[in-house]
């Protein structure tokens, strides 16, 4: 929302689901939360391998910046590769999930939502090893499972990520976490809600 130049930012996901709204409504609301202005569009991919197709994820990235788009969140998965492609040759920021995708299109990934699953799977096998069952576990910014390279990633300065670049606009994220681990800062979460 702040860097945004044409006030136009868009949204890749793979599939319209409340799971996959967790990453593309947090995107368009914190644009819109620091830029009221800014029209979000978002687009899904669909089709008969929506986590990987980056043909097609990539087709919706040109289509959102011949509209102007110029920041583009995406949530596809293996389809993000298409989005990046997307980027380079159009001259847009990308953003990407899961783990460090800046290297895969330097000086076109703004940022990246990293996952941490790797803690889920450690907590989930101690829970079993111990005998518990039917336990249902949620992790977030407090238990360091979700973050931005930039707050959260080892090494952040070598990610590639052109958010690196932007050292003011790093604190400020660096606080809205910080409000948000506090509860000072409530995101609601579209899988809960009612």
Same mark, same amino acid.
């Given at each position: 929302?702040?860097?945004?130049?044409?006030?136009?930012?868009?949204? &890749?996901?793979?599939?319209?689901?409340?799971?996959?709204?967790?990453?593309?409504?947090?995107?368009?609301?914190?644009?819109?939360?620091?830029?009221?202005?800014?029209?979000?569009?978002?687009?899904?991919?669909?089709?008969?391998?929506?986590?990987?197709?980056?043909?097609?994820?990539?087709?919706?990235?040109? +289509?959102?910046?011949?509209?102007?788009?110029?920041?583009?969140?995406?949530?596809?998965?293996?389809?993000?590769?298409?989005?990046?492609?997307?980027?380079?040759?159009?001259?847009?920021?990308?953003?990407?999930?899961?783990?460090?995708?800046?290297?895969?299109?330097?000086?076109?990934?703004?940022?990246?939502?990293?996952?941490?699953?790797?803690?889920?799977?450690?907590?989930?096998?101690?829970?079993?090893?111990?005998?518990?069952?039917?336990?249902?576990?949620?992790?977030?910014? +407090?238990?360091?499972?979700?973050?931005?390279?930039?707050?959260?990633?080892?090494?952040?300065?070598?990610?590639?990520?052109?958010?690196?670049?932007?050292?003011?606009?790093?604190?400020?994220?660096?606080?809205?976490?910080?409000? &948000? &681990?506090?509860?000072?800062?409530?995101?609601?979460?579209?899988?809960?809600?009612?």
């Amino acid at each position: 929302g702040s860097l945004t130049e044409s006030n136009k930012v868009g949204v &890749i996901g793979a599939l319209d689901i409340p799971f996959l709204h967790r990453y593309t409504d947090a995107y368009a609301e914190g644009a819109l939360a620091v830029n009221p202005d800014v029209e979000v569009s978002t687009l899904w991919v669909g089709g008969d391998n929506p986590f990987s197709d980056p043909v097609r994820a990539k087709e919706q990235a040109l +289509a959102l910046a011949s509209g102007g788009v110029d920041h583009i969140y995406a949530a596809t998965a293996g389809g993000n590769f298409g989005v990046f492609e997307a980027a380079k040759e159009e001259g847009f920021f990308a953003y990407g999930v899961d783990v460090n995708q800046c290297p895969d299109a330097p000086g076109f990934v703004m940022e990246n939502m990293i996952k941490r699953v790797d803690l889920a799977i450690v907590d989930a096998v101690d829970q079993l090893m111990a005998g518990e069952t039917g336990f249902f576990n949620t992790y977030g910014l +407090a238990e360091g499972a979700m973050g931005l390279v930039s707050l959260v990633g080892e090494n952040p300065g070598d990610s590639q990520c052109v958010l690196q670049d932007y050292p003011d606009l790093i604190e400020i994220l660096r606080g809205l976490q910080q409000q &948000i &681990i506090d509860g000072e800062l409530v995101i609601e979460d579209p899988m809960f809600a009612q």
